[in-house]
């Protein structure tokens, strides 16, 4: 199965992406944690991005795309399946994705989209905290580690990261709305998409989710 995920920051898109993982043993590709892991090693490519990751603006759709085609152009990925996370977030990117499945003689099976109160994300946004060796996600107030500052899984410290700040995550917000809603339409006119209330707790957008795809 090939799947979307798609929804504001802080929506849940992540944690969901984990559990689904796990469920269906799909392969989760997330362009974020891509960024990340390059910018936390001054490669070239972590060094372009950082330009635009920590202001919160979109890192070139070139450049993204790049690295998405790489991956799902791998057998491996593709034959195992995959979930896209945070890919695509413009519609250049909706349209180079529909592109390069074609050559590959692939297709986007769902979309699912979130969405959530801004009160929430903003919430879940502030009180964010990630491993900095597993990625774990975790939240102050939700779900927090056993021991303050320290993952639970591998015992190494927890971090924020530096655009989740009030000011950045405005930013983020905005770019959401101008350059990534649109995506919402394109997908929906395929008919492969579904809406999903992310206002509730991760355990029922999961049970919801795997309704849709299941029908
Ligand atoms: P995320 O972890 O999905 O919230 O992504 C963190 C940041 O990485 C975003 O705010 C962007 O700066 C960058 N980014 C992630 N995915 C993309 C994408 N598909 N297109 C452009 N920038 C991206």
């Known amino acids: 199965m090939k799947l979307v995920l798609l929804g504001p920051p802080g929506v849940g898109k992540g944690t969901l992406a984990v559990a689904l993982k796990d ?16 910018m936390k090693a001054n490669t070239p490519l972590g060094l372009e991005a950082r330009k ?5 603006e979109l890192v070139p759709d070139e450049l993204v795309t790049r690295l998405i085609e790489s991956r ?15 890919f695509p977030r413009t519609q250049k990117q909706a349209e180079d994705l529909n592109e390069i499945l074609n050559k ?11 969405d959530a109160s801004i009160e929430i994300i903003i919430e879940r946004l502030t009180g964010r905290r990630l491993c900095k060796n ?21 015992a190494n410290s927890l971090y924020q990261r530096a655009d989740d700040n009030e000011e950045t995550i405005k930013t983020r917000m ?21 809406k ?14 795997l309704s849709f795809l299941n029908e």
């Open 196 to 209: 999903v209330n992310a206002d509730t707790e991760a355990s029922v957008v999961l049970e919801t989710t």
């Open 174 to 194: 905005e770019v959401y709305t101008t350059s990534t809603r649109p995506i919402i339409t394109y997908y929906e006119k395929q008919g492969k998409l579904k």
């Open 23 to 38: 469920q269906l043993g799909l392969n989760h590709i997330s362009t974020g944690d891509i960024l990340r892991a390059e």
């Open 52 to 56: 635009y990751v920590d202001g919160g």
């Open 72 to 86: 799902i152009s791998t057998p491996e990925i593709y034959s195992k399946g995959y979930l896209l996370d945070g």
């Open 104 to 114: 590959l003689d692939q297709s986007i099976d769902r979309v699912i989209c979130l």
């Open 134 to 154: 597993c990625g774990e996600l975790y939240h102050v107030k939700n779900k927090p580690p056993q021991k303050e500052g320290v993952c639970d899984k591998c």
